[in-house]
């Protein structure tokens, strides 16, 4: 649908600015905001470097095995399906401090493989677990302490006070996360 909306938005775009006089505006505005897109992720690039980086250092070392362990019972509450199976819990025990980080680059390739490593022991390839549906809802609502990524592109594009957005930013996860759970075991 929206590879139709688009090509039209963007002929009428054009249509509109030959026909107002507008052309040389619209070459301007297309060219000022091809450089603040390539700047922005540059900015965003050394952010996620970062915090990529501190994840796979926290990997290596006893750190993801402390706050696994401290993760342990809401993870044994939540995927009751994966008990036993210590390499999952971790993988979902990343995942969770990286959203929880605000680190939602860093945790989706870390969900990719919790979600993998799940799918492996799931009898029933062709359909979601229980515990897959949970973590899918986990995931989406990311529940954040740290925005770090909003944070950056706020810093980035001048905000007086990037870190302002906080408060607001724990109230909607939270409320995210309440709603998303109760949809996900009301359509269930």
């Given at each position: 649908m929206l590879?139709?909306?688009?090509?039209?938005?963007?002929?009428?775009?054009?249509?509109?600015?030959i026909f107002s006089g507008?052309?040389?505006?619209?070459?301007?505005?297309?060219?000022?905001s091809t450089s603040d897109a390539?700047?922005?992720?540059?900015?965003?690039?050394?952010?996620?470097?970062?915090?990529?980086g501190i994840m796979q250092v926290?990997?290596?070392?006893?750190?993801?095995?402390?706050?696994?362990?401290?993760?342990?019972?809401?993870?044994?509450?939540?995927?009751?399906?994966?008990k036993e199976n210590k390499q999952v819990q971790k993988e979902i025990s990343m995942n969770m401090i990286a959203n929880i980080l605000g680190l939602g680059n860093a945790a989706t390739p870390l969900?990719?493989?919790a979600m993998k490593s799940m799918q492996r022991d799931n009898p029933k390839k062709d359909t979601l677990t229980n515990s897959m549906l949970v973590f899918?809802?986990?995931?989406?609502?990311?529940?954040?302490?740290?925005?770090?990524t909003v944070?950056?592109?706020?810093?980035?594009?001048?905000?007086?006070?990037?870190t302002s957005i906080i408060f607001p930013v724990w109230i909607?996860?939270?409320c995210a996360a309440i709603a998303r759970n109760n949809s996900c075991y009301v359509n269930y």
């Open positions: 590879n139709h909306i688009w090509p039209v938005f963007i002929i009428v775009s054009f249509s509109y600015a507008n052309l040389e505006n619209l070459n301007s505005a297309i060219f000022q390539i700047m922005l992720s540059i900015d965003l690039l050394g952010t996620i470097c970062l915090w990529n926290a990997n290596k070392t006893s750190i993801i095995n402390k706050l696994t362990k401290l993760l342990s019972p809401i993870i044994k509450i939540l995927f009751p399906d994966m969900g990719l493989k899918i809802v986990l995931n989406t609502a990311s529940i954040q302490l740290i925005p770090t944070i950056a592109i706020r810093n980035s594009l001048g905000s007086s006070n990037p909607a996860t939270i």
